[in-house]
């Protein structure tokens, strides 16, 4: 007997950005119902899920519009239909995530300039930060350096003392990486579906406690 379907799936975000809305429904959706019916794809803006979402009725949601989620059918939100994988993105979906995602990491500054100030080594050979794109050993003693003189406050604290152009960039293509699954190191997003060929470092809760953060900003 096949498994019954599991139809709201618990997700840890509580807000979500729009990346596709498709009133006439996903041609391609593995769920029949959902390929006729109006459907949404989102990530959410505190642990990067990527999300199915029902919208309400007669509601129209727009590209890029933040909206609360829910996983539970008693609780308010757009109720979440089931995670997704990157590559159950819709094209359109893919090509938005880049930009929500750095709109995120714009948003949460204080989060994620704080990264460069606690990351600490992974083992003997690799340390968290090189898991950066662009940080070789070279950079990272000089991140090491120049936090023991003082602690980096913000992007353009960063630019400065490190010559690093896009330190935003750093993290977005980070996320991105680590939203198709093909590390074996993760710093910001639990992989999904769990493997034990995964190492979840779980920054992000680290870095929320750090900085006091509360949803949605």
């Known amino acids: 007997m ?5 139809r709201f799936q618990i997700v840890p975000d509580e807000f979500a ?8 429904g996903n041609p391609y959706d593995k769920h029949a119902h959902h390929r006729t ?11 990067f899920s ?3 979402i029902v919208p309400g009725r007669s509601q129209v949601l727009a590209i890029g519009e933040r909206v609360p989620i829910s996983s539970a059918p008693d609780r308010p939100g757009l109720r979440v239909f089931e995670r997704l994988l ?9 090509e938005n995530l880049g930009k929500v995602i750095t709109r995120i990491v714009e948003e949460k ?5 704080e990264f460069f100030n606690v990351a600490e080594p992974i083992n003997i050979r690799l340390h968290s930060l090189e898991l950066l794109p ?9 991140i090491l350096e120049e936090r023991r003189k003082s602690l980096f406050t913000n992007f353009e604290d ?12 750093l993290f977005v293509d980070r996320i991105i990486t680590e939203l198709q699954r093909i590390e074996r190191y993760y710093l910001f997003v639990e992989p999904y579906p769990p493997s034990p060929e995964y190492k979840f470092l779980n920054y992000l809760e680290l870095l929320y406690r750090r900085i006091g953060y509360s949803e949605p900003w």
Not at 86 to 94: G, P, Q, R, S, W
Not at 134 to 142: A, Q
């Open 2 to 6: 096949k498994p019954r379907y599991k």
């Open 17 to 24: 950005i729009i990346l596709d809305y498709m009133p006439m």
């Open 37 to 47: 019916m109006p459907i949404a794809q989102g990530i959410g803006t505190k642990y």
């Open 50 to 52: 990527l999300v199915e």
């Open 86 to 94: 990157y590559e159950d993105l819709t094209t359109i979906a893919k």
């Open 109 to 113: 500054e204080r989060v994620f300039v």
């Open 134 to 142: 662009g940080i070789g050993k070279k950079t990272l003693s000089m």
């Open 158 to 169: 960063v630019k400065k003392r490190l010559k690093i152009s896009d330190p935003v960039k």
